[in-house]
C-alpha cells in the first residue's frame, strides 16, 4: 500500500496504474479467499463445527428456477408492500413435500465468532 501522502503527489495516469494493479490483486485475493472457504467447507465434519473462537456453519442456499407465474400457480408467493413476490420458503417447503420444481443447491460455509 501506498503511502496516503504518497498519493497527492500522484498524477492520474499513475492513479489509474494504481487503482488498476490493486483490483487486480483484490480479484486474487477474493479467488484464495474463495478457494480456502471451500476446502474449509470440504474439511468441516457434519454441518457445523467449532473451531477457536468461530463457528462454521454449512449452509445450503436453494436457487430456483421459478418464474412468478410458475410460483403463483404453485401457490409459493407473498405481498410485499405494493407488489407479489416468490416466496422461497414456500417454494423449499412444497420440494420438500414432493413437488417438481426446477432448482439448484449450493453449499456455502457462515463464519460467526463465538462469545
Sequence with gaps: MKNPADLLKMGK???IELNDQTE???EELEAQRVAIREEILHKIA???E???NR???KVKIYNFDVDLNKAKELGATKVIPA???IDNNKLKRLLKAGAK??????????????K
Design 50 to 52: 467449532i473451531i477457536g
Design 46 to 48: 457434519g454441518d457445523a
Design 13 to 15: 495516469e499513475e492513479l
Design 55 to 57: 463457528s462454521f456453519t
Design 24 to 26: 487486480a490483486e483484490l
Design 83 to 85: 407488489k407479489e413476490a
Design 101 to 114: 420444481i426446477k432448482h439448484e443447491i449450493v453449499e456455502r460455509l457462515m463464519i460467526r465468532e463465538v
